[in-house]
């Protein structure tokens, strides 16, 4: 197969999980497509199992997607999906449990992903992959917006940091600082030295501001910085951190204050220079949205843990904020013991 099917091209377009994805790599995607039949009654897959496979519903098919509290309870319908919608692409991400069971209302025509196939051209880094995943993770951040709005409530209002001068591009030497960043083929360390730039900080001062619009991320070299929601503390980050990951996926507002603690040094990546990076298939791009997109599933799963049963009285709100902490994790892999900051529990 050269060139994509102009019908099969139109179709996989028409689905917003493959909104992203050009029509130079849909290729890509097509050739994983497996055509099946759903029958009404079948089990696509159980609460608690892991993922292995995903599917795009054809004409008049309907799934219905229970799920029951780890505290127990009656399961209760979380999700109903039909024509041209998408089922279990959480398994693109990994093979978590799955959250919730889903069983065929109506049976008709699917086309069926399986993870491990997903996961091959994921592991080549074809830019279809990341595509899909890039559009997964903005799924997963307004997920996410909604259901840390009921954790911990935001603040009314809008926080205005004032702006950061960059004092200079960021050199090798300075990338290098970054302790993550060391391991980085050269190639790649070379591409983010066009791109980032280094803010030096002298003492305590805002770096972002809660509900103002997010334009760039950042990497901790030296000092520490706090991460406040709404007038509470909910973090405190050191050198090897990052914060504002999300605002590079999904351009949204930020969702929590940071303030530095003391002098610091940090690296910048503005939004745009990250779409840059993503769209030349630069490496660092794509694993940060491969980790980023980890991570969002990891926190969606804890925070829906956290919310109350219908119908059950709401949880203390002092509690929130260790709530919110616990849904922070460290990044894998590329980044080591990199911690994304509580931006990713409530994207900024």
Request: negative net charge; hydrophobic residues 45%.
């Amino acid at each position: 197969m050269d060139s994509p099917n102009p019908a099969l091209e139109q179709f996989l377009k028409s689905i917003p999980l493959f909104a992203l994805v050009e029509p130079a790599d849909m290729v890509d995607l097509l050739r994983l497509l497996r055509p099946v039949t759903l029958e009404a009654g079948q089990i696509l897959f159980r609460q608690g199992d892991p993922g292995t496979a995903m599917w795009v519903l054809g004409r008049d098919v309907e799934i219905s997607i229970t799920a029951t509290r780890s505290d127990g309870g009656r399961p209760v319908v979380v999700a109903y999906a039909k024509e041209g919608d998408t089922v279990g692409e959480m398994a693109l991400v990994d093979d978590s449990a799955r959250s919730g069971t889903a069983v065929v209302v109506q049976g008709g025509p699917a086309h069926q992903i399986d993870a491990i196939d997903f996961q091959a051209i994921r592991d080549a880094r074809y830019p279809a992959a990341y595509k899909v995943l890039r559009r997964i993770c903005l799924d997963l951040c307004r997920k996410l917006r909604v259901t840390n709005d009921r954790i911990v409530p935001p603040s009314l209002g809008v926080l205005v940091a004032p702006p950061l001068v960059a004092s200079r591009r960021a050199d090798e030497a300075l990338i290098d600082a970054f302790p993550p960043f060391r391991p980085l083929p050269q190639v790649v360390k070379l591409a983010l030295a066009q791109k980032l730039t280094a803010i030096e900080l002298d003492a305590v001062q805002p770096i972002v501001g809660e509900g103002e619009p997010a334009d760039a991320a950042y990497f901790i070299v030296r000092g520490e910085v706090t991460v406040g929601r709404n007038g509470r503390t909910l973090a405190t980050l050191g050198p090897g951190s990052m914060f504002g990951a999300v605002s590079l996926i999904d351009h949204g507002r930020r969702s929590a204050s940071v303030v530095s603690a003391g002098p610091a040094t940090l690296l910048r990546l503005r939004g745009e220079d990250f779409d840059a990076l993503f769209a030349s298939g630069n490496r660092f791009a794509f694993e940060l949205v491969d980790l980023v997109a980890r991570q969002l599933v990891s926190h969606l799963r804890g925070a829906n843990e956290l919310l109350p049963r219908p119908g059950a009285a709401p949880r203390p709100t002092a509690s929130a904020p260790a709530a919110v902490q616990a849904t922070a994790g460290a990044m894998p892999e590329l980044f080591g013991p990199l911690d994304l900051d509580l931006e990713l529990g409530t994207p900024a």
